[in-house]
């Protein structure tokens, strides 16, 4: 794990301006690696590592999934509990284009454009969460309860085990 200052992003300035209390971690981001080498890298349970999906419905309009790192989302699932047709993941331009963010420092906090925000049930049940920071190879440690209040998550039932 790299010590250093962390990085200012957009996702850091959204949560101070909304007074989020949080850690910073940076570390060796590794291409592909996802939630295994964050998890592995600040030794915490990939469980509590929280992954930040892009997503979009059957019209094209985007959508932030919020699920466990060592989870799937049932996209089947998701649909059917929001009311639409048909969800999916977008193409990392695309989903880079909703978000602001390169895909693999997608955060949920300061995106270039509001979007519903969708956040598996389970999450809530833990003390400390561990979301992208808005860059590669940096997470912020927050309490599941600040995320809630700032971004005012529709709460979803739709994990499948990794």
Known sequence: MKSGNAPETQ???FLNQHGVAHSNHLYDY???GGTKVSA???NVDE?????TL???DEAGKPLIVLMHGDCKVSTKELARQIGHKKVESCKPGVANRHSGFLVGGTSPFGTKKPMPIYIEKTILDLPLIYINGGRRGFLVGV???DLVRV???TVV???LKG
């Not at 469980?47 to 992954?51: G, Y």
């Open 11 to 13: 996702a850091t300035i």
């Open 30 to 32: 590794e291409e592909h």
């Open 40 to 42: 592995r890298e600040l």
């Open 47 to 51: 469980h509590s590592v929280i992954k």
């Open 54 to 56: 892009i997503m979009e």
């Open 143 to 145: 309490h599941p309860h």
């Open 151 to 153: 971004l005012s998550p």
């Open 157 to 159: 039932e739709v994990a």
